[in-house]
């Protein structure tokens, strides 16, 4: 098992920056396909975006393309994710979520194909 918590949530006005972080609690960090998800009130989950073990091979979702940046360092059993030009839609609670048994090196777009779940942080963006 691997427990994942998620730091790095706030208040931020549009325009602004934060980074998340996810800290996992495993030694074998890096056969770990991980991914951020995001759910705002009423909404189903989305994935916001993931990066495969190697942290070679990454997907961002459209609404957040040229704005959001994930990345892992496998050597400190973490993953980031760089939030720039924030928008109020990107209001949400934001999860990290882990996938194991992952074969070769590739990440995972699906919410189905995660196993652990951190508790999420809160992302509010002020207009």
């Known amino acids: 098992q691997v427990q994942l918590i998620e730091s790095g949530g706030g208040l931020v006005q549009a325009g602004g920056s934060l980074r998340l972080s996810c800290a996992a609690s495993?030694?074998?960090?890096?056969?770990?396909?991980m991914g951020w998800f995001r759910q705002a009130p009423g909404l189903e989950r989305e994935l916001v975006a993931a990066?495969?073990?190697?942290?070679?091979?990454?997907y961002s979702a459209d609404s957040v393309k040229g704005r959001f940046t994930i990345s892992r360092d496998n050597a400190k059993n973490m993953v980031y994710l760089q939030m720039d030009s924030l928008k109020p839609e990107d209001t949400a609670v934001y999860y990290c979520a882990a996938r194991s048994g992952v074969q070769n090196d590739r990440y995972y777009a699906n919410s189905d194909s995660y196993n652990y779940w951190g508790q999420g942080t809160q992302v509010t963006v002020s207009s």
């Open positions: 495993r030694r074998t960090f890096s056969n770990y396909a």
């Open positions: 990066i495969s073990q190697s942290g070679r091979s990454t």
